[in-house]
């Protein structure tokens, strides 16, 4: 009895830092946003106590930035995990053990440098002095990739890659290399064995990864910003502009509220949706 | 006193001295560097009468330095710190209302900041920039300011800010890519949605934006009629789909060549023509935007010292003239203007002929703060 009273006192003190950090760092500027979602613009700007729907109503006037965040943070996930797959499986799989790690830190490398000096970099690749104009060489003149929603994805391949790899490397590495030899005799093409056993088990990898690039992605604003010129819009750049240029916090907070069900709505059903099919998977292979 | 001025050697002393007496640092900055300024102010402060004031207390730490994009000389600053030994930590930022959203959420940690002429009563009102101390810029002198460009700075009596420089909002064209001869707003959005599709940028910023989509329509630059601002709007969005960004920072997007033409102030389409002859700049004959920017003390600065002193600094005629060729805007002190060499004070850039400025509006206080205009621009932006 003693013993159990003091290890619950232990186990307080161990959660009490993060749970001081999630009461008023997260909980607490919640609740903040949630009550300024209703409130009203004061006349030069910031927030006016009062009590309307006005802010929620009002949200299909940004249903662009909406749909383009819903549309192109998915498909930047989609595209970077097609892209990070095949790295991750060449590293885990194909690679020699001496070299992992070096190859590794390698795909790290770019997180050395600043986010915005990268973006930098590519709005010179992607302007009519850079690729285009290499392109334009082959044939393909006058291309414009800059300032278009395809400039966005590259960027999000590129910036969001080496978030995509190690969780992906992880689970092919662990992967019990003799249910490769056992796919193969009894038969199996190397094809099927990808789709059959590799890709299902690597599975857990691609969630957690697609997760982490997912959620940046729906918040991002600096990415649109910079490869998108203020033309590719997002959420994220709504927000920026509500509270940093047009001071409608009220309104601001209605629109974050809105991103916050969102997030937590797919993201909800997309575990749901991974966890049955790796679950299934698995059961299967047992 | 955090500095502590090491040992001078002789010869560094004398050259101090000779720049003391051309004139070219001030008798705060001498006493500063040479160390004989903190000796005095050692030896006064015994006597109570001598104690020294504030402002030539000695400076320290570091100053941070709001302002807009390309809009000062390095070397200016950087021989500032050189004499004083105060940091500078430069911000820019792309519009007055984003300066004006940042003071109103709080702690800034600004020490100067460069608000234009509509923004300044907006500030006194909120309570977010203090009274200037005229007594700490004794190289300000209101009388040598030109008056359209200055009244704004002084509220009721008081002065809150004194003029840095003044400038138009037309637009520039490169006209190797661009062979039209545009002279209007029409022609500018028109042409947008024709032959200049997919290479034009317009500011990230209602005032000017706006303002000129008004003028398009041959209202003024400063409604905040519903009516007049929805037809603003519709060409905007009309426009949106052909434009090449949405960016007051076009100037990059320009020398590369991804964009033909802009929405442009004065300072830009000098510092653009100087490299890139083929760059010209239009005030559009509807007219547009004048107006005049100011240094500012936002409340709550932390050293408060060090931000007289960058604005005496400053607005010294001998380095205000270096400002004024380093950013190509004209500046509102005619001492100043006295130093700039004369093909500038030629250049139809900097100043546009009479016809070209009597349509001119200056922009109004309520321009900047309607939330209509705010949300339209908004809109525009997420369409």
């Known amino acids: ?286 | 006193m955090t500095k502590v001025t090491g040992h001078i050697s002789a010869e560094e002393f004398l050259a101090q001295l000779r720049r003391y007496q051309k004139g070219s640092i001030s008798r705060r900055q001498f006493l500063g560097v040479t160390g004989l300024g903190l000796a005095t102010a050692v030896l006064s402060s015994a006597v109570p009468g001598f104690r020294p004031r504030k402002a030539h207390a000695a400076l320290s730490g570091t100053v941070n330095f709001t302002t807009w994009p390309s809009y000062f000389a390095q070397e200016n600053l950087d021989n500032f710190t050189k004499e004083t030994g105060v940091k500078i930590n430069v911000a820019v930022f792309g519009s007055n209302e984003e300066m004006l959203a940042k003071l109103q959420a709080g702690s800034t940690g600004w020490d100067v900041f460069v608000p234009t002429n509509y923004a300044i009563s907006t500030y006194k009102e909120l309570g977010l920039i203090e009274e200037l101390d005229l007594k700490r810029l004794p190289n300000y002198d209101a009388s040598t300011q030109e008056q359209r460009f200055t009244a704004e700075g002084v509220i009721d009596g008081k002065t809150y800010a004194v003029p840095k420089d003044w400038g138009t909002t037309g637009f520039v064209y490169n006209n190797k890519n661009i062979t039209q001869n545009p002279t209007s707003w029409k022609e500018f959005f028109d042409l947008t949605q024709g032959p200049w599709t997919g290479r034009v940028m317009v500011h990230d910023y209602q005032l000017t934006t706006i303002g000129n989509a008004l003028k398009y329509h041959g209202f003024s630059f400063n409604s905040n009629d519903e009516k007049e601002l929805a037809e603003a709007e519709k060409l905007l969005i009309a426009c949106k789909p052909h434009l090449f960004g949405i960016n007051s920072d076009y100037k990059p997007s320009l020398i590369s060549g991804d964009a033909w033409a802009s929405v442009c102030w004065t300072g830009d389409a000098t510092q653009l023509q100087r490299d890139m002859p083929e760059m010209k700049y239009v005030l559009a004959k509807e007219g547009g935007e004048i107006w005049s920017d100011f240094y500012a003390i936002p409340k709550g600065g932390q050293n408060v010292d060090a931000a007289y002193a960058l604005i005496d600094y400053l607005l010294t005629p001998e380095i205000n003239a270096k400002e004024v060729q380093a950013h190509g805007y004209p500046s509102t002190d005619s001492r100043t203007n006295k130093l700039v060499p004369k093909e500038m004070l030629e250049n139809p850039i900097l100043y546009p002929a009479a016809e070209l400025l009597s349509p001119l509006e200056f922009g109004a206080a309520a321009t900047l703060t309607n939330p209509l205009r705010a949300e339209i621009m908004a809109r525009f932006k997420a369409a």
């Open chain 1, 1 to 286: 009895m003693q013993d159990y009273r003091h290890s619950r006192w232990i186990t307080a003190a161990l959660l009490a830092p993060a749970g001081v950090f999630f009461v008023f760092l997260l909980i607490l500027p919640l609740v903040v946003v949630l009550v300024y979602s209703f409130g009203a613009r004061a006349p030069a700007g910031g927030y006016e106590a009062a009590f309307t729907f006005d802010n929620y109503l009002n949200l299909p006037a940004r249903g662009k930035a909406f749909f383009n965040t819903l549309t192109l943070a998915p498909l930047g996930t989609l595209l970077t995990a097609i892209a990070a797959f095949p790295v991750a499986y060449i590293l885990a799989l194909k690679t020699d053990p001496k070299w992992r790690v070096t190859l590794l830190v390698l795909i790290m490398a770019p997180f050395w440098t600043s986010q915005l000096l990268r973006y930098y970099a590519w709005i010179m690749l992607l302007g009519s002095k850079g690729i285009p104009s290499w392109l334009a060489y082959i044939g393909i003149a006058d291309l414009r990739i800059i300032n278009t929603p395809t400039a966005v994805l590259i960027g999000a391949v590129y910036g969001f890659l080496p978030l995509m790899v190690p969780p992906i490397y992880v689970s092919l590495e662990k992967l019990d290399k003799r249910l490769l030899e056992a796919s193969a005799d009894l038969g199996a093409t190397p094809l099927r064995t990808f789709f059959q056993v590799t890709l299902p088990l690597a599975l857990p990898g691609v969630a957690t990864g697609s997760m982490l690039v997912f959620i940046l992605l729906m918040g991002d604003y600096i990415l649109p910003q910079y490869l998108g010129g203020g033309k590719v819009f997002f959420i994220g750049n709504a927000l920026v502009d509500l509270f940093l240029q047009s001071r409608n916090w009220p309104y601001g907070a209605a629109v974050s509220v809105a991103l916050v069900l969102i997030m937590f709505l797919t993201i909800s059903l997309y575990m749901r949706f991974i966890l049955s099919r790796t679950d299934k998977r698995r059961a299967a292979l047992v």
